[in-house]
């Protein structure tokens, strides 16, 4: 399974929402031979559910990851048949599928299914935090730990590293990494709640 590069794309991609992220996608690998029933785009997969209607409009799911090196854009469009090694899909894409006989089809959806079931169960009570002048503040969504974050690289210039952590610090991961912005913006005040890591 090969993978197709779009040359002198990748600055662009790279400012895109996830909105043309998913258009483009759509426009340079599925153009308009199937209909788009739904699609997302999680930790740059491109997952879609798809309707043929060449075979009786049977639906079925494609995985596309994707990457940026340099100025091209790198695709890599595969179809569930295929088996491909990445489960992020909203487990409720399923129920739009049809039936398969295919054995990796069988398979792919499985995993699907268990991940999203450890996904609920390994992050309840999870919380987001990054490192502030080496203190740790609390963040109970994505949307406000983003906004303190971009506001503290902004005034430091430094990138600051986003981590999903257990509230005991006991797991966790880096989820996202935040750079200075090249436009000024109004500071957004932090939460005064430290976690006692």
């Excluded at 662009?12 to 998913?22: G, I, N, Q, T």
């Excluded at 854009?73 to 599928?97: A, C, H, Q, R, T």
């Amino acid at each position: 399974m090969g993978s197709t590069g779009y040359p002198g794309e990748g600055e662009d991609f790279k400012r895109m929402s996830v909105a043309d992220k998913k258009s483009f996608i759509r426009r340079h690998e599925i153009g308009n031979s199937h209909k788009v029933l739904k699609d997302t785009i999680v930790n740059n997969v491109y997952y879609g559910v798809l309707t043929n209607s060449m075979d009786n409009g049977q639906n079925f799911a494609v995985v596309c990851p994707f990457w940026v090196d340099g100025d091209e854009v790198i695709l890599k469009m595969m179809d569930e048949s295929v088996g491909p090694n990445y489960y992020d899909m909203p487990v409720s894409y399923l129920k739009l599928l049809g039936p398969t006989t295919s054995q990796y089809s069988a398979d792919w959806r499985a995993k699907v299914k268990e991940q999203a079931g450890s996904n609920s169960t390994r992050h309840a009570g999870w919380i987001y935090t990054f490192d502030k002048d080496g203190k740790f503040y609390k963040y109970p969504t994505l949307a406000r730990v983003k906004a303190d974050a971009q506001a503290y690289a902004n005034r430091t210039g430094k990138q600051v590293k986003i981590i999903y952590l257990k509230p005991d610090a006991s797991d966790g991961y880096v989820h996202s990494v935040v750079k200075p912005s090249r436009k000024s913006r109004k500071d957004v005040p932090i939460m005064k709640r430290e976690l006692d890591l």
